[in-house]
């Protein structure tokens, strides 16, 4: 009687499957059921996505710390599924805090990075840290991050879901997107 004996591409493509088929207790249980030496970084990746998908945030965040532990490096995919499941879980600390990791271990943030960022303080309704953000990267931060439309606009319905919608920051970021040249669109308006 023979067995398989699970590899890197067969393990990835189980955790894969679970990931989209919104499984992600078997997505854990499968991660946990390996040798550690077999296990890589994109199987970590897809049970923390699968994790954040079904708004497991802190099950996610377990997993990446994992990752860590057994000395796997993030790589940038990593560090952007880690903002997502802060995204989810309304984490918009833990989000901010992500990017200071990225910047810590020489990994660039991008536009994708800080709009996932704004966006766990929009669930929070975290708007003053939403427009600080943004604001950093307007004042040309090191980030080397040109903020655009997708930016402001997030930024935008971050100052909407606050408790007291504050409709005076939405507009000056109207302004602001049209002094940087950029056009306010459909989703500006929503």
Not at 37 to 63: G, H, I, K, P
Request: proline share 2%; glycine share 4%.
């Amino acid at each position: 009687q023979q067995s398989v004996v699970p590899n890197v591409i067969s393990l990835s493509a189980v955790i894969s499957a679970c990931e989209r088929s919104a499984q992600w207790e078997h997505a854990l249980g499968v991660l946990a059921s390996t040798k550690v030496a077999v296990a890589d970084a994109a199987c970590y990746n897809a049970v923390t996505s699968a994790c954040a998908r079904a708004a497991q945030w802190q099950r996610a965040l377990e997993t990446l710390v994992a990752m860590k532990e057994v000395g796997l490096t993030w790589s940038s995919v990593t560090y952007k599924a880690a903002l997502r499941v802060c995204e989810v879980g309304g984490q918009w600390q833990r989000a901010f805090h992500v990017l200071v990791m990225m910047a810590e271990a020489d990994v660039l943030p991008s536009v994708i990075s800080y709009s996932i960022a704004i966006r766990s303080c929009q669930k929070d309704a975290r708007w003053q840290q939403a427009l600080g953000l943004l604001g950093l990267l307007s004042a040309g931060s090191r980030a080397n991050v040109e903020p655009d439309a997708v930016l402001f606009n997030v930024a935008i319905t971050a100052c909407d879901v606050a408790a007291n919608f504050v409709w005076q920051q939405a507009c000056g970021l109207v302004a602001a997107m049209r002094t940087r040249g950029l056009l306010p669109n459909v989703i500006t308006y929503n």
